[in-house]
């Protein structure tokens, strides 16, 4: 497996004892007290059985009654844009056109030396105005600097003058539309190329450093980087390796989003995978869908195609042959079954096991029809999702019915029904569409919007911390058993429960005889687990302060 490793320390071959807790763990359900011996778990179990490992540790960690989980795995990050989020200029709390206006001026205004600003967040389909920016207001609200401004889905951006300036062609580019924002495809791709071309080395560090700061914060302890030609750069994708190396941290797993298989391997990267498009999203009605948009101005507009199944097909046998994962985004039930169709197809050239052995995975895959999930479950592919999406944008009021109508607009992230048919989920936030928020995240799942396609809270955390682990290739870590990675989070939290999407098996299995671990309460209004610590590889990378 191709992930960066944080930094050898003396601190990870100290033997460390934690007690007085839970311990949530498959091997013991009960467990109070856990050892962890260079980087690994050493033991799990009871708190009597702990004064016996006492004497011979280098540290006891008293728990004073909190948690203990694996850590978390967000199975779909663009790390660099989280970080400029988080320092810059975020739009995604934002309630209408003029707040919005309001907070680009203050940004510009606070960095006069920025030589271009980025920003993130806007969603107009929340506004009353239910439009963006115009080209000439953000003119006028940045001086006329360059700014890169992308909409809540990272598929479309407003900008200044003054960027597309610093972009020969843009204007005859596709999805450009002269005195019309937001870009959307080629036009998009190369104002964003150019966007983060100019934004200094410096400048990238420090953004990645707040990101992986944020995650760990939140008890994630891997990463997976989803960049590629048409997202980041190659600088950007193999500096935040490099880092990831050097410093402590989230481990950071790497996908480079490239039909060119050896160069997705030359960057470190474990697959040719992640945001490789075959289509775009709902939010800018660029998903491609077998049906046109309900919402659209062109009554027949269906979305934009990016990849053929013949196109997928080539690449899937050229990772599966290389040894690489093989991956794409794919949200409209046009691109789900371009996808299908092009790996069944790779299937019957190399035969099934191989291309089930090689754990290929979607990005997304939000509209799913039964036949679709069966054959997600007949190829063995992983479904790389993002509950948050449903918790943003379902229900009767969110944009999927705007999009879709309220009747396909319930078929969404049917999570459910994969499960139920055996498809491995790995979850995920694509931040920063939606915010690092891995407890918000299983709630989103537990409590999907649309109640038949709920899961119980405990598959949706297997499928936050096993199920990333289980997505790269590596069944022996994501639980705290003897001999998994020490990957794990400490928490602060009240009882423990067993939630199941029916409340009747919930409250049962709250009896202590079901001899299932718990997990924090994640309805809705109760306050999420507030994280202690982190640790990766039996190395701490965040402490709560006074903790």
Known sequence: ??????????????????????????????????????????????????????????????????????????????????????????????????????????????????????????????????????????????????????????????????????????????????GQQPLTGDAHHAVRAAAFGAVSARQRTEAQRAARSRAASLGIGTLHECGGPRISSEDDFTGLLDLARDEAGPRIVGYWADLDVERARGLGALGAAGDLFADGSLGSHTACLHEPYADHADAGHTGAAHLDAATIALHVVACTEAGLQAGFHAIGDAAVTAVVEG????????????????????????????????????????????????????????????????????????????????????????????????????RAAAFHRTPEHRISARAAFTAHTRGGWRAVGRDDAGTLVPGAPADYAVWLTEELVVQA??????????????????????????????????????QPVFVRPNE
């Open 1 to 178: 497996m191709s992930e960066s490793m944080p930094p050898a320390s003396p601190a990870e071959h100290r033997t460390v004892l934690l007690r007085g807790g839970e311990v949530h763990s498959p091997a013991d359900p009960f467990a109070t007290a856990m050892v962890v011996e260079r980087g690994h778990v050493a033991w799990v179990g009871s708190e009597g059985a702990a004064d016996a490992f006492a004497a011979g540790v280098d540290e006891v960690v008293d728990l004073e009654g909190a948690l203990v989980t694996p850590a978390f795995v967000d199975a779909h990050v663009h790390t660099t844009a989280t970080g400029f989020a988080l320092t810059g200029l975020d739009l995604s709390a934002a309630a209408s056109l003029d707040e919005a206006a309001r907070l680009i001026r203050a940004h510009a205004a606070a960095r006069p030396e920025d030589r271009i600003l980025i920003g993130h967040g806007w969603d107009a389909s929340r506004w009353p105005e239910r439009r963006p920016l115009t080209r000439a207001e953000l003119d006028g609200l940045t001086g006329g600097r360059p700014l890169y401004l992308t909409r809540i889905d990272v598929h479309s951006a407003v900008v200044t003058t003054a960027l597309l300036d610093l972009v020969p062609g843009v204007r005859a580019l596709d999805g450009f539309h002269d």
């Open 343 to 442: 790996v069944r197809a790779a299937a019957e050239k190399l035969g099934l096991p191989r291309i089930r052995a090689a754990r290929h995975r979607v990005e997304h895959v939000e509209m799913l029809t039964p036949e679709t999930v069966a054959a997600f479950a007949e190829l063995g592919l992983t479904a790389s999702v993002q509950p948050a999406f449903d918790a943003l944008w379902g229900g009767e009021e969110g944009m999927y019915a705007d999009r879709l109508g309220a009747e396909r607009a319930r078929t969404l992230n049917p999570y459910a029904a994969l499960l139920r048919a055996g498809v491995p989920l790995a979850f995920g936030s694509d931040s920063p569409v939606t915010p690092l928020d891995p407890w918000g995240t299983v």
């Open 501 to 538: 999407p029916d409340d009747r098996v919930a409250r049962w299995s709250t009896d202590p005889r079901s001899g299932t671990p718990g997990l924090p309460d994640l309805s809705p209004g109760v306050d999420l687990p507030v994280c202690l610590r982190t640790v990766v590889h039996g």
